[in-house]
Structure formats: structure tokens, C-alpha cells
């Protein structure tokens, strides 16, 4: 995550230049590298070594590539296309279950070939299918097709604001940035606890490890059709109060999150209720935020700088959680502070007071 948010604005400047198909191809190339020298890794230096280079796959080829493509196809139903796209992260609950079973059939270095195989024979394919712009096939944003209509204010002003946008130097001058850079550092925190933390919370709370397992493998399949849900909810009643309300349900499903015990076990249902549905908006409405505030023509640029801005996120909440532990010994307090932190985000996203890139661009002409 560090290096990945290190070189984030390289990598976003080099995908707004390239575009995301020839990214997403050479993204896939790297990361099925780095799985063929994790399966070579039997030093630390060969393990760092495959981290990094798998870091800079997915930094090239990852979720921006495909965001990028996301955001200059739709603006109004970018909600709704990016809830398929995070669809496919949420399946990615049940490949641990498979990938157990690989490494206990085969062994850990055969599975990673395997996998090495797999991801290159299926990405390839699937990342020549992106097509950079809906203009150079003769469409317009959101499925529109260019033709009688094509012409209308309507159909101008879609074109306009899924083509252009700010400048990154423009955009980083502005208080929106900085905000909207705190809203979206707010929900990587419960991001982060949610990722890394929750097996050793629930195991410190007394649970099993096959629980946590089935745990695990319920929230996916829970939060699958939450994905859809809310892509559609950011749509109607806009995406800005979407990611709002997310953050907000984050924040007190971790405090839900912080007391489970097997004593009270009861607490896994408005945790399920709160942080399943903040989680499943903040996924898919933290991709579309930027685009929407300063438009898609510099979006993996822009998105790169609010990402690296992220770094001391991704080092202090980890340490912070491990000094609660180790001082405490259990995580509540942590999880009670990171979701103040977490529903804090709302507040600095609504705060932000400006108008659109599109309007801006307008005065400035």
C-alpha cells in the first residue's frame, strides 16, 4: 500500500496520457511477473522483491486503469458502473477459500505459477476488450448514441464533462481538493482496520478461527448485492450525499464492531446493517468522487495526488491500532477512535463549497 501510494501520481499522469486499455494490458503482464517470482520466493529479499513488483502492476494496471475507462464512459450512471466493476472485488471473498485449497492440494510456489497462468490468460483478453473513449467509437457518455440528437445541450454538456476537466496544478489550488483528500483519508482508515485488523480483533474477543473464516466469507456474499444497491442510490440521490452517509455508517459500525464478543454475538447484525452498506458506498462512490468534482480528463493524475496524500494513513493506523493492543490488550479503543476518524469524513466532504470544473472553466473563458 505505501509503495503503491508513493507512486500513485506517476503512474496516474502516465494512465491519463496512455489511456487505460495499454495500462490495464501492461498492468497484467507485471502482476502475473510478480506471481511467478512469488513462487520463486524463498528469501525475504525475493518476497520484497515480488511485492514491489506486483505494487507496480496493480499501480499501473489496477483499479485506476479501469476507473479511468469507468469515468469517461458514464457521468450520470457512474454510480451504477462502478458498483459492476467493485462486484468483482467482492467475489474476491470466496478466491481465498479456493486459493486455501491450492496451496494445500499443490504447495505454496505451485499454486502461484497457477495463478501466474490464470491472470495472464484471462486479463489479457479481458483488458484488450477497454476501450479508451465512448468518442472514438462514435458514442457519447452514459450509452448515448451520436446522432439525430447528438447535437442537443443535453447531449453537448455529457460530452463536455465526461471529456474534459481541471488541471491537477488548477485542482490542488482549491480547498475541494483538500477536503474531498480528508473525506476519502477517512474512509481508507476503516478501510484499513476492516482489512488488516478484524481476524486478530475477533480472535482477541474470543472467537474461533474457523468463525472469522465464515465470517469473512459471509460479509462477501452480503455485501455483493449491496454494491449494486448503492451504485444506484449515489445515482438518484447524488454522489456526494452517497459517500456522505457512508462514511457515517462506517463509523458506527465500528462501534458495533469494537464490543462483539461470542457473549454478544448478537452485535454482528447492526454491524452487518452499518458497516455493510457504508463499506459498499464508500468502494464505489470513492472512485467516482473525483471525477465528479474536477472531471475526467485528469482523473488518474488527480486521484494519484489524493492517493498519496493517503500514505500517513496507510503508516499510522496500523501503528496506532498495534500501540492500543499492545498497552490494552484488545482493539476497542482504537476501533472507537478510527470511527470518529471514519464518520468525520462526512463533515469534510460537506464542507466543500464550490462550483463545478465545468462552470469554473466558463468564467475563466
Request: contains cysteine.
Amino acid at each position: 500500500m505505501l509503495q503503491q501510494g508513493l507512486l500513485a501520481p506517476v503512474t496516474g499522469h502516465i494512465l491519463d496520457r496512455v489511456g487505460p486499455r495499454k495500462m490495464a494490458v501492461a498492468g497484467v503482464m507485471i502482476v502475473s511477473l510478480s506471481m511467478l517470482i512469488f513462487s520463486r520466493a524463498t528469501t525475504l529479499p525475493v518476497y520484497y522483491a515480488a511485492c514491489m513488483v506486483m505494487a507496480l502492476g496493480m499501480g499501473i494496471g489496477g483499479p485506476n486503469a479501469f476507473s479511468l475507462a469507468v469515468m469517461r464512459w458514464f457521468v450520470a450512471k457512474r454510480g451504477r458502473a462502478m458498483s459492476v466493476i467493485t462486484t468483482g472485488n467482492g467475489f474476491g471473498y470466496f478466491a481465498t477459500l479456493i486459493l486455501a485449497a491450492m496451496i494445500a492440494g499443490l504447495g505454496f510456489h505451485e499454486t502461484f505459477v497457477v495463478l501466474a497462468v490464470v491472470v495472464f490468460a484471462i486479463g489479457i483478453p479481458l483488458a484488450l476488450v477497454i476501450r479508451d473513449r465512448p468518442e472514438n467509437l462514435g458514442l457519447l457518455p452514459d450509452g448515448e448514441i451520436a446522432g439525430g440528437d447528438s447535437l442537443s445541450v443535453t447531449a453537448q454538456a455529457a460530452r463536455s464533462r465526461a471529456s474534459g476537466g481541471m488541471e491537477a496544478a488548477k485542482a490542488v489550488r482549491i480547498p475541494a481538493f483538500y477536503l474531498l483528500a480528508l473525506a476519502m483519508s477517512a474512509g481508507a482508515a476503516a478501510q484499513i482496520v476492516w482489512i488488516v485488523f478484524q481476524v486478530p480483533h475477533l480472535k482477541a474477543a474470543g472467537f474461533s478461527l474457523s468463525f472469522v473464516g465464515i465470517q469473512a466469507a459471509a460479509y462477501g456474499m452480503a455485501a455483493i448485492p449491496l454494491r449494486w444497491a448503492v451504485g444506484w442510490l449515489g445515482d438518484t440521490v447524488g454522489r456526494k450525499k452517497m459517500y456522505m452517509l457512508a462514511v457515517t455508517l462506517e463509523g458506527i459500525g465500528l462501534c458495533f464492531f469494537a464490543f462483539v464478543t461470542p457473549e454478544r454475538w448478537w452485535l454482528f447484525i447492526p454491524f452487518y446493517l452499518t458497516f455493510g452498506i457504508g463499506h459498499a458506498g464508500w468502494l464505489v462512490m470513492v472512485q467516482t468522487l473525483p471525477a465528479d468534482f474536477f472531471g475526467s480528463r485528469h482523473f488518474a493524475t488527480i486521484r494519484g495526488l489524493i492517493v498519496l496524500l493517503q500514505v500517513p494513513v496507510t503508516i499510522v493506523v496500523p501503528l496506532f491500532m498495534g500501540y492500543v493492543f499492545d498497552t490494552r490488550g484488545n482493539y476497542q479503543l482504537a476501533y472507537l477512535v478510527i470511527a470518529c476518524i471514519t464518520a468525520g469524513g462526512a463533515l469534510c466532504l460537506g464542507l466543500s463549497r464550490r462550483p463545478l470544473w465545468i462552470q469554473m472553466t466558463r468564467k475563466a473563458n
